[in-house]
């Protein structure tokens, strides 16, 4: 059975930083497409980077520059570094994966939850 799990959300201060991170079991993910999304309080789910196989990123406009995203396919799990952390960062932050037909919706974005593999989520809490 595939399981994701994240960790690493809390509570920080504007300005701050925090470290998501997502471990998989189940199956191995080197050959899978790998994505964060988010889903703020009152708002649809939405991507906030994704990681493909060859290493090339597609990240939202509003997280460039502050969240880098990296695999470690040894220890079968992805990461996400948030700096500069704001406010209208407060969400609830989710691993996904996908692989064959499923990893063109999750480049996209598109990925649908009951499609791919999902993690629980982690909360993420940025106080002004």
């Given at each position: 059975q595939v399981q994701l799990v994240e960790s690493g959300g809390g509570s920080v201060q504007d300005g701050g930083?925090?470290?998501l991170s997502c471990e998989v079991s189940g199956h191995t993910s080197s050959s899978f497409c790998m994505a964060w999304f988010r889903q703020r309080p009152g708002k649809e789910r939405e991507k906030v980077v994704i990681l493909g196989t060859n290493g090339l990123t597609n990240a939202a406009d509003s997280v460039k520059g502050r969240f880098t995203?990296?695999?470690d396919n040894a220890k079968n799990t992805?990461?996400?570094q948030m700096n500069s952390?704001?406010?209208?960062d407060t969400a609830m932050y989710y691993c996904a994966e996908a692989s064959?037909?499923?990893?063109y919706a999750l480049w996209s974005g598109e990925l649908k939850p009951d499609?791919?593999?999902w993690g629980q989520g982690t909360q993420v809490?940025?106080?002004s």
């Open positions: 930083s925090l470290t995203v990296s695999r992805l990461s996400l952390l704001r406010p209208e064959g037909t499923l990893a499609s791919g593999y809490t940025v106080s």
